[in-house]
């Protein structure tokens, strides 16, 4: 697909995500008790308030904040999983960059789903079927974007397996007794089988071995190189964020309270947050 | 006895409001070919999952002027098919045969009519499990999702993980289609050699499931593709070199039978009104 580099491959804007019905108390968020994402009067939860950035293509963009302060909401809204409450996201390689795909049919959410964007879940259990072989968790996504061939089918998951360095021997087998260092590699794997501009990554390291965690972080790295791949990489691991992204946005109580470069945030962190958050990484 | 009898039921047994609505929903199933129509299912005098779904497409459809052929399992003589027609004839003054060509209306169960369902015709098959995404998901909800959704790779992947365990797709009867490039359907416990007589058919198609209240169709002249992916094409069952010991058929669906004292296997046609006709044929040259 061929791209205008300057133009940002994916741009969300005001983006808002609310749990619960809201209030004349809540209406505005600025109305919210300061530092609480929480309606004290009607209880609704407002998981990510006027989230609004650009992502290039073939950048990693990292997402980090504490527990609770919307990282998963944002890119499962994004992809989908859950609905926004307002808000636009569009993809300059989707009708041209003019639609918010938040108001596409379900049809072409799906399709955006399956060709446009990758997911990978801190949890394995979503992100893949356990009784089903690892091939066949590959397989279903090739198939959701129209391929019936099973020949064809088994070449490009052996690809895609080798590639994240599954043995292709253990194609056939269910993950479920798979680690989960290669549980999260199969979902790599499987994000990646119909070749999306966008990856969005949660949590991928989160309960893994150091040396483990390494291994899927080189290949990350091996994919944006390789393939061009932009990702949102969500962590509470500034550790993760400094490793992989080149861009950064801190997420506070829903809220986007600085979004810059990597390094400048880590070096002159502006918010006293982010500062709390990068001194305890030193 | 019969008379009075005949009094104490509502002509075809159901209330003329019922046989609206069942009608209604037929026409709703019929212009969405494939897709599940719920409708309110009635108790019946016989029990749920022994054919009350048909029973009731049956019921909301005969008049006097109709000919009903019943078959279980391609058998007309069976206990099911032998009380429902009891049923049917003690509340109508419709007509029954045998002969699947003299029928204007076929209530069957498991099988097609060997053959071919004429446009005058319509046949009405009994379905125990009307969702065929039920193997994949277990909720309704997620289903009626999916439908809408045209999302079936969860069906195609059951069907790949078939392939790579037992180098096949190992559904035997009740096998999915496409129905008019749109829905997936149950075809109800029919072999796969049934399955393409639905494609392009004269005749039309429905399907009743008493137990799960739905109501689908094929309609006439509907595209029926079975599920099958490119290198791994769908395939009937057949009968190379065996023929049927009564009619000597041997372009037919045969049933495999054990001869309990001798221990000897053979083979006899399914459809056996069918059957019944070519060996009157054979005996009367
Ligand atoms: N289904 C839900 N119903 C109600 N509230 C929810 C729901 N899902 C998330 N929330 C709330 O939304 C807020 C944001 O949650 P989210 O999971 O996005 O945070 P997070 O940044 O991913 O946290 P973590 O680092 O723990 O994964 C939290 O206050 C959470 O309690
Ligand atoms: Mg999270
Ligand atoms: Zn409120």
Redesign the pocket.
């Known amino acids: 697909m061929i791209h205008d580099e300057s133009r940002p491959l994916l741009s969300v804007r005001h983006l808002t995500k609310r749990?619960?019905k809201g209030c004349t108390a809540c209406s505005h968020p600025e109305q919210l008790p300061e530092g609480s994402?929480?309606c004290p009067h009607c209880g609704t939860?407002w998981?990510c308030n006027d989230i609004s950035f650009d992502l290039y293509e073939g950048e990693i963009l990292g997402i980090v904040?504490?527990?609770?302060?919307?990282?998963?909401?944002?890119v499962q809204c994004l992809y989908f999983d859950s609905s926004i409450t307002d808000g636009s996201a569009h993809i300059a390689t989707y009708q041209d960059g003019a639609a918010n795909i938040f108001r596409e049919s379900s049809q072409q959410k799906r399709y955006i789903r399956n060709h446009l964007m990758g997911m990978v879940y801190?949890n394995p259990w979503i992100g893949l079927r356990m009784q089903f072989s690892s091939g066949g968790n590959i397989a279903e996504k090739l198939i959701a974007a129209g391929t019936f061939n099973v020949h064809e089918i088994r070449a490009r998951a052996k690809e895609l397996l080798d590639h994240v360095e599954i043995p292709v021997t253990r194609m056939d087998e269910v993950p479920l007794h798979f680690s989960g260092g290669m549980q999260q590699r199969v979902q790599i794997s499987k994000a990646l089988a119909n070749h999306p501009p966008i990856l969005l990554l949660d949590?991928v390291t989160t309960g893994l071995d150091l040396s483990v965690q390494a291994r899927v972080l080189d290949l990350i790295r091996r994919i944006q190189r390789e393939s061009r791949t932009a990702m949102i990489v969500?962590s509470?691991d500034l550790g993760v964020i400094r490793m992989l992204c080149d861009r950064t946005m801190v997420?506070k109580q829903?809220r986007c309270i600085e979004a810059g470069l990597t390094d400048q945030i880590l070096e002159d962190p502006h918010h006293a947050y982010t500062q709390l958050l990068v001194h305890s990484l030193l | 006895m019969q008379p009075h009898l005949k009094q104490t039921y509502n002509y075809a047994f159901l209330d003329e409001g019922s046989k609206k609505e069942i009608r209604r929903t037929t026409l709703k199933a019929v212009a969405i070919p494939g897709y599940q129509v719920p409708f309110a299912s009635r108790e019946m005098p016989i029990g749920r999952g022994w054919g009350t779904g048909g029973l009731q497409l049956t019921l909301s459809l005969i008049g006097d002027q109709d000919c009903l052929k019943v078959i279980d399992q391609g058998n007309d003589d069976s206990v099911n098919a032998v009380s429902i027609k009891k049923l049917v004839q003690s509340c109508t003054e419709a007509e029954v045969t045998t002969d699947s060509e003299r029928a204007t209306l076929i209530q069957t169960r498991h099988r097609i009519p060997e053959v071919p369902i004429r446009a005058d015709q319509i046949l009405i098959f009994q379905v125990p499990l009307p969702e065929p995404l039920r193997m994949v998901e277990a909720k309704e909800r997620k289903t009626k999702q999916l439908h809408a959704e045209m999302d079936y790779s969860g069906i195609w992947l059951r069907l790949y993980e078939d392939i790579v365990k037992w180098g096949k797709i190992s559904i035997g009867a009740d096998y999915p289609a496409l129905a008019h490039k749109r829905h997936i359907f149950a075809p109800s416990p029919i072999p796969r050699y049934d399955l393409p007589k639905l494609n392009h058919a004269d005749g039309l198609f429905l399907f009743g499931a008493g137990r799960e209240k739905k109501i689908y169709a094929i309609p006439p002249y509907t595209d029926i593709e079975p599920l099958a992916f490119d290198d791994y094409p769908f395939e009937t069952e057949h009968f190379d070199g065996c023929n049927c010991r009564l009619c000597g058929s041997s372009d037919t669906f045969l049933d495999e039978i054990f001869d309990e004292k001798t221990g000897q296997k053979f083979y006899q046609c399914s459809d056996t009104g069918n059957c019944r006709k070519r060996q009157e044929k054979r005996h009367t040259p």
Not at chain 1, 65 to 74: A, F, I, M, P, Q
């Open positions: 749990f619960g994402n929480h939860v998981a904040g504490e527990s609770g302060s919307g990282k998963s909401s944002l801190q949590e969500v509470h997420m829903g």
